[in-house]
């Protein structure tokens, strides 16, 4: 399909907004991927998780380095298609109603979540899906983000204003290269964790 003159026609016109995009489903799969790279990404064939220490501290049981798992592949690229295909929902998942779909969709999302809480491959997926979205001429563009979810490299809760100096450094880069480009955060509080974090 994306090859198709079609697809090419509908990518590079210009675009409305999005006004309602998650940070965590924004993010492009091989921008995931690439941060299977980095020695501080473990995986979990067992938990089917990816996990970040960035210290290398206290890393449980059956969690892997993804540069070490790799290399016990035929190739990179195998391995690169394994969790491309672990990230992305695949045909089989696709079918069903919506509640079966969310079923896989839902986990999809718990599979990366802690790849984009570590604050530097917070900074780089977020960066790279704005980038997309400028890309294929979107240039307004609305995040929900969770606040109080970024961890440092000891694995402590960033300050909410670093959060935010984080982003707004994000975007006022790709200003500097798109001026045209606008950016609106809606803050999300998650009534499930209680009313100290909405607050």
Not at 109 to 126: I, N, Q, S
Not at 132 to 152: K, T
Request: aromatic share 12%.
């Amino acid at each position: 399909m994306e090859s198709s003159k079609l697809y090419k026609a509908l990518n590079s016109m210009p675009k409305g907004a999005i006004h309602h995009l998650h940070t965590t489903a924004a993010n492009p799969v091989d921008a995931y991927v690439k941060l299977t790279y980095d020695d501080r990404v473990y995986y979990s064939a067992k938990e089917r998780l990816f996990k970040v220490y960035p210290l290398h501290e206290d890393v449980p049981d059956g969690y892997l380095k993804c540069t070490k798992i790799r290399e016990y592949n035929k190739s990179k690229e195998e391995f690169d298609a394994k969790m491309r295909n672990e990230i992305l929902l695949g045909k089989h998942q696709c079918e069903g109603d919506s509640h079966d779909i969310w079923k896989h969709f839902q986990h999809k999302f718990t599979k990366v979540g802690e790849l984009g809480k570590f604050y530097p491959f917070f900074k780089e997926l977020t960066k790279a899906a704005l980038e997309s979205c400028i890309a294929q001429n979107v240039f307004v563009v609305e995040y929900r983000h969770i606040s109080g979810m970024i961890f440092d490299e000891h694995r402590q809760q960033l300050p909410f204003i670093e959060e935010m100096r984080i982003i707004r450094s994000i975007v006022d880069e790709l200003k500097q290269i798109t001026p045209h480009f606008d950016f609106k955060l809606i803050l999300t509080g998650l009534k499930i964790v209680g009313k100290k974090h909405i607050d």
